[in-house]
């Protein structure tokens, strides 16, 4: 029998979670969704030396993955709360946590949670 460990189980719940949202944003095409396995290759290392960050790898792969995606394609996922202005991107908060949210910091809004945007996120602007 094949019991997946903590640590993988871990790093598959946040690896859905992101590429749900990406797919909410409808920008989960192959290129996108290899940013995210590059996130989980990393984070696994990194939660192998540091295994109490094991409850912050959804934000962090999120995180991870806004990064990449920002010096490739542009901001992602963008704010749906503010109809005016300049289009920018949602925050994870907490950075460094259990249980992430996105969050636009301008209007100081808890949009959703890593795992739950809705259709209307794209990438972009």
């Given at each position: ?6 640590l993988e ?26 940013l ?23 934000g ?29 991107a ?9 249980d ?5 910091a ?20």
């Open positions: 029998m094949d019991h997946a460990t903590p189980q871990a790093l598959h719940a946040a690896r859905a979670l992101v590429i749900a949202d990406l797919v909410a944003g409808q920008v989960a095409d192959a290129d996108v969704v290899s995210v396995e590059d996130s989980v290759t990393h984070r696994r290392w990194w939660v192998e030396q540091w295994p109490e960050g094991v409850d912050y790898l959804a962090l792969v999120a995180q991870d993955v806004q990064d990449a995606l920002l010096e490739k394609y542009g901001r992602w996922p963008l704010c749906p709360v503010c109809s005016h202005g300049d289009p920018h949602l925050d994870v908060e907490p950075e460094l946590g259990p992430p949210h996105w969050v636009c301008k209007a100081g809004v808890k949009v959703a949670s890593v795992g739950a945007l809705g259709p209307v996120f794209g990438a972009g602007g």
